[in-house]
């Protein structure tokens, strides 16, 4: 721990990125830091793809065989053709393979069942239907192919379908960009919608600019939590993104993204260390994709990858990077090494923050009052990092803790004061808790709350009615993220303990993100 081990963790931190060059049948847990092995990992099989150009260094090679277990070899071609199924290596001068419904369906074994390395439960399924992108995004490999090649789309639905009766529960697409033929991809929806099951997710990486009113009507029909969009802005820097090939559609893009149904869970991806992105762009940015309110936002680093574009720009242009996978940024004319270890630190407190959407009414209050949540994580990032919070593994309940600190010991932070209030209710309405940490202020009556559950729920059993709520008091009001100007109750109803029902209730409830229903069911007078 300490400052001294910085360096070290950022590269640890850009061993993540290793997951572009696998191709992986089994879940893991995500490398962070080389000090933090899990007690438990699932066995996961790995393999390389090798394109004749690079190689594991035996710096990678050596972390991985410390983090148990995990099996390792060089990656083969298998095409099927009359004779059966031939095998080639790959060394990068290999034939492009351009009828994609010869490759052999990996995920079904002999017995024509799911293979055994895939837990349905617990695996995500890797899918490809097409291969290359007509984009010319210059740090992307899929750039420097030439054409797109399909699936065919009764090969699609037979796999698709294999996937639906297996039980399957997350299926990721990983089509360049999924969106290209819009009677393909629509005909791929449709089937979704027509054969899927309350089980199975779709993830699907789109260019939403590309999405038209057709397919967004199409999408009106997708049950809640069935599908998952990944769309990169990677930046909102027109200049950035005019050096790195891409088309500055910043309106059209907002626009297409507020219009997909919110049944669509969203995440919006951003990479830092493009070019002309200093810290101050970068955080316009951040605002930029945080203001569309995305249910996750992706914050990741350059790699500069050999052969592409970027590669060229990189070496003509004063840039620092790893020399070995995954190839990852240190340092910008733009933004220094040491401004790329604050944006990790802004990293880790995005995903308690952002992704965890524990904090939904907090970041609500921060973007009604046009205040940046990029500076405000900023701000707290340095404060963690200065009272040495991120030495060791954190967690949702502790971010809330940092926040409660940051706002309340810090000078800087006064402008934030009526963030506290909110910072409490989000802590409330996450979970059903025995005990309350000391940095929470509360401010229960029992008689409130047995007269609230009376009024607004059916109590067929005191002890379990009491054991599925809470009440407490606040300021806030959620319903537009102000102040009141006096304390209101709240009673929180939180989601059924496993075996148990849930409560039946006798009036309207908002519903949090994560499942919760909340009620104003008192004003003091």
Known sequence: SGEGERPLLAFARGLAGL??????????????????????????????????????????????SQTPPISFWTRKSYVKDNSGFSAYSYGGDGAVIEVLDQIPFVYRDEQGQLIKEVDPEHSIIYYES????????????????????????????ADLQFFLDTGCRLVKFVDRTFNLNEERYMAIWQYIIDHGTNKTVFHFEIAAQQLSPAALELLQKVPKGRRQFEIGIQSANPQTLQAVNRVDELKKLAETIQAIPSTIHLHLDLIAGLPYENLESFGKSYDYVASLKPEMLQLGFLKILSGTDMESFARTHDYAWLSVPPYQVLGTPWVSYSDLLELSDVERLNDYFFNSGCFYYTLGYLLKNDFSVFEFLYKVSKWCRKKGYFSGLGTVDKCFQWIWDYIHKEDEASCYG?????????????????????????????????E??????????SRETFAATDYDEFFVNPTDFSIHTKAC???????????????????????????????????HS
């Open 489 to 523: 109750g709240y009673l929180a109803v939180y989601e059924p303990r496993r075996g148990h029902q849930p409560l039946t209730l006798i009036d309207d409830f908002a519903e949090t993100p994560k499942g919760c229903r909340w009620k104003l069911v008192r004003h």
């Open 452 to 461: 609230a559950v009376h009024r607004y729920t059916k109590v067929e059993s």
């Open 130 to 157: 097409s291969r290359g992108c007509p984009y010319r995004c210059s740090y992307c490999l899929s750039s420097l192919e030439k054409k797109v090649r399909f699936l065919s789309l009764e090969r699609v639905f």
């Open 418 to 450: 009526d963030l506290a209030d909110f910072l409490r209710f989000d802590f409330f309405v996450m979970e059903k808790r025995s005990v309350y940490p000391q940095w929470y202020n509360r401010y229960y009556n029992k008689a409130c709350h047995q």
């Open 19 to 64: 997951e572009s060059h696998f191709v992986t049948t089994s879940t893991i847990n995500p490398i962070k830091a080389p000090t933090v092995v899990p007690e438990t990992t699932q066995t996961c099989t790995l393999s390389y793809e090798d394109n004749g150009k690079h190689n594991i260094s035996e710096q990678v090679l050596r972390f991985l």
